[in-house]
């Protein structure tokens, strides 16, 4: 069944009529819910279908490009109304709770390496642990998403992450605490169903600015892990009735809680897409693509790949191989210096005239944790300014722009890192290391301000597959530190990795769409470059101020 938009010029609200629209009764109950303009003096956006047997009306709080399956084309960070701005609200507070979970471990690793008797070798170890099982989640929670859809997804694992969460308090031994950091890795996988949430919520205008804003607030979760958990910590045993080894056992256990709680929001508060039902949205997308493909029998099945099928077609594709890369230098390091944050600072600076059988530190264990959280403390800013900066030098130079502000900032994160290793003053590393922190987030914003652009049909897998990588370089990390036992050289090896990623960069061949581009002209821009998984984005390309085209979509604003 064909079905078309009527597209409706704004009018005053007293010369609109329903009944000058010929809607079917349908249509007629379900707009009788809409507001008054004596009930509700904002601005609402409604979409109007039609078709061959039934009709529906769709009310939003935000201009909405119905060509991009009705994602908005603005921010509004005012309002938390359904659908759009509560998925943004929500999306990150949820990535909030997850990171803060995933991350309990690390703040009191200077107090669990004490009291369990652990070598800096099996920390190491968790450490890795930790960071690589997150690859393999973050890579099927790709599939998962485009099954699924990102509020179901993303509530199952918060409920079942907080598992192996409440099973951290119990460990005994380096072995325990491994096989437990490996497993509560797995919730890393939050921040890939975050960034699919906004990414399939707002119209690629505001892409960057979305998943940057999302993913920096989400991620901020690490930060206030270690700026809290070693003051509630203090809190439970400064009184001396439960010892340092029950204290870090119960602290542990409470993000759990937390988890449990906001599974439970997202699951029955917020929408799953801008349209409510994900499977709907899903449908839509085939038969845009399949009216797109002509409805070829042979095209038609190449709508539903396999799960192998659909890595292929991903993998296949060189843009994603270098974003996965670019996302490696820039969220591994992330992932390492938070990492080690804590025992870095507690054990690298120590008073003069100390030796090993009198260790002083110049900070306490507390302290040093709290250094360490200005690292996650940056993404409430650091990742939106990559995000807005890639954005805002797209609208200029186009998808070009987007890849000067990639390469820049990946090689101001090398030469940073690169100075970090080469220091060794305890407040001339703690600048640093706030400016490292600024310069990772910074470029994973800029990194998800070109993830949109990849495939838009294997979206989950494309966001699964970024992700994924930055774990990937996380491990690697890890390794290179475990292997060279030396903070200052790791970092040096780190640098060098981030510049030869940087590298990468003008091999990409993105579709060019420029702010006043021609959508056309970019298609055939495209195909010169030959075939790519790019080809499939043909019906969904638009002009980057997709919120200054005709749109089939009534505004409607009361007086």
């Not at 642990?129 to 599939?143: L, V, W, Y």
């Not at 981030?498 to 002209?521: E, K």
Request: charged fraction near 15%.
């Amino acid at each position: 069944m064909e079905s078309s938009a009527a597209s409706l010029s704004l009018v005053p609200p007293s010369r609109l009529s329903l009944s000058s629209l010929q809607l079917t009764p349908r249509v007629r109950e379900l707009s009788s819910r809409l507001p008054s303009p004596n009930e509700s003096p904002r601005c609402v956006f409604v979409q109007v279908d039609k078709h061959e047997d039934a009709a529906h009306t769709m009310q939003y709080d935000l201009p909405v490009d119905s060509k991009q399956f009705d994602r908005a084309t603005k921010i509004k960070p005012t309002s938390m109304l359904r659908p759009h701005m509560r998925i943004f609200y929500l999306s990150w507070m949820s990535a909030i709770t997850g990171f803060f979970g995933w991350y309990a471990i690390p703040p009191l690793m200077p107090v669990i390496k004490t009291q369990l008797g652990l070598t800096d070798g099996e920390v190491l170890n968790s450490d890795i642990a930790s960071t690589a099982s997150t690859i393999f989640s973050r890579i099927a929670s790709g599939p998962l998403l485009d099954r699924f859809g990102p509020q179901a997804v993303q509530s199952a694992v918060l409920w079942l992450g907080a598992i192996p969460i409440f099973c951290a308090a119990f460990v005994n031994s380096a072995t325990t605490l491994l096989a437990v950091r490996f497993i509560v890795g797995l919730v890393g996988c939050v921040f890939v169903t975050s960034q699919y949430w906004t990414t399939i919520t707002f119209a690629r205008n505001v892409a960057g600015a979305a998943n940057a804003i999302t993913g920096g607030l989400g991620l901020s979760g690490i930060g206030f892990a270690f700026l809290l958990l070693p003051f509630v910590f203090e809190a439970i045993t400064s009184s001396g009735h439960v010892s340092e080894d029950l204290g870090w056992r119960i602290t542990i256990a409470l993000p759990a809680v937390l988890m449990i709680v906001m599974g439970v929001v997202i699951r029955f508060v917020v929408d799953s897409c801008p349209t409510g039902d994900f499977q709907e949205l899903m449908a839509k997308k085939r038969q845009a693509e399949q009216a797109a493909n002509g409805g070829s029998v042979q095209e038609q099945k190449l709508q539903h790949p396999s799960l192998l099928e659909s890595f292929k077609i991903v993998l296949s594709d060189p843009n994603v191989l270098i974003m996965v890369a670019h996302y490696a230098a820039c969220f591994g390091t992330e992932l390492q210096l938070n990492n080690m944050g804590a025992l870095y600072f507690n054990k690298e600076f120590t008073q003069k005239g100390c030796t090993d059988s009198v260790f002083c530190s110049v900070l306490s264990k507390t302290s040093a944790a709290t250094v360490a959280s200005s690292f996650g403390l940056m993404n409430l800013f650091a990742r939106a300014v990559g995000g807005l900066t890639s954005d805002a030098v797209n609208r200029r130079l186009g998808m070009r722009g987007r890849q000067y502000t990639q390469f820049t900032l990946l090689c101001i994160l090398g030469a940073l890192v690169m100075a970090l290793s080469r220091s060794y003053s305890l407040g001339l590393c703690i600048s640093l290391y706030v400016l490292v922190a600024i310069a990772a987030q910074a470029s994973g914003g800029s990194t998800y301000g070109i993830v949109p652009y990849l495939n838009e049909h294997h979206t989950g897998t494309v966001n699964g597959l970024v992700g994924a990588g930055g774990n990937m370089g996380g491990a690697l990390f890890g390794v290179i530190f475990r292997i060279t036992g030396s903070y200052h050289t790791g970092l040096f090896y780190m640098s060098i990795f981030i510049f030869c990623c940087a590298l990468l960069t003008p091999l990409l061949r993105l579709p060019h769409l420029h702010h006043h581009g021609n959508v056309a002209a970019n298609i055939t821009d495209q195909s010169q470059h030959g075939p790519s998984t790019n080809t499939a984005l043909k019906p969904f390309l638009e002009d980057e101020s997709s919120e200054h085209t005709e749109s089939p979509t009534l505004h409607h604003r009361a007086p």
